[in-house]
């Protein structure tokens, strides 16, 4: 029995430790490209209802450090455009980076800083869209609470610096592949009266072999209307299905 006893006390570290070789982080490089429907971003129709190709590339370190960049068609900014004052702007181009980890259990945390950048080209006097913004989350299993703090103005309003986004979303995996979600959110807009509103979805998605997976959801808002609605008429914020596919790689 001592023998037992020595053989098994000898091998349970070794054990161990070629368990916690085999968890140990690692870095690595993950892109994914979807084509949806109608680009939503916080509730608000980007492409004017309709499609959108959404590439993006993240590069994750060990440490739990990350950076990235994720692009999109949009034509919000263009729709605006006239004779009179002209704009060329069709594209999203987003970076990132922040640091992500656990905090103990089944508790996380992530933390970085966001820039939306519009190339093109913009009338004088025009409040460019370019916004950085902050974040910060805190998520436990499937619930995450997340709050993002605009330090420039806010996609193209004026004086409205210092606005803030908090996020409180809830995803499930309830069979294998197939995963249920649920979000709400409150955009506030600061120093523009009436441009404050909040969001919510509901969705499921399917993950498929190979990186492949697809995703209904449906979205509303209560945005103003005399806030929100495009030069076509259209009511960016109306209530809609939005139908993603997406690969990742």
């Known amino acids: 029995m001592r023998q037992v006893a020595l053989a098994v006390a000898l091998i349970a570290p070794a054990m161990g430790m070629q368990a916690s070789a085999e968890e140990a982080p690692v870095s690595t490089v993950a892109g994914s490209v979807a084509v949806i429907n109608d680009y939503l971003f916080r509730g608000l129709s980007q492409t004017n209802w309709k499609p959108a190709v959404q590439p993006g590339i993240e590069y994750d370190h060990a440490s739990g450090w990350y950076v990235g960049a994720w692009g999109s068609n949009i034509s919000w900014l263009s729709d605006a455009s006239s004779d009179a004052a002209p704009i060329s702007s069709s594209v999203e181009l987003d970076f990132y980076t922040g640091f992500r980890g656990k905090i103990t259990g089944d508790w996380s945390y992530d933390v970085g800083l966001y820039e939306y950048y519009y190339p093109g080209t913009y009338p ?18 499937g619930v995450t609470l997340k709050y993002s703090h605009a330090f420039t103005n806010l996609f193209g309003f004026a004086h409205s610096k210092n606005s803030g986004y908090v996020d409180l979303s809830y995803s499930y995996e309830f069979t ?48 103003s209307r005399s806030v929100y609605t495009n030069a076509y008429g259209h009511f960016v914020g109306r209530a809609t299905g939005i139908l993603t596919l997406s690969k990742s790689f």
């Open 124 to 141: 004088s006097g025009f409040t460019r869209p370019y916004t950085t913004e902050a974040y910060a989350s805190i998520g436990f299993k």
């Open 176 to 223: 294998p592949s197939w995963t249920v979600g649920a979000h709400v959110g409150h955009q506030k807009v600061h120093n523009v009266d009436g441009a404050s509103y909040s969001d919510w979805r509901v969705s499921v998605s399917k993950a498929f072999n190979h990186g492949y997976s697809v995703s209904l959801g449906y979205y509303d808002t209560n945005a």
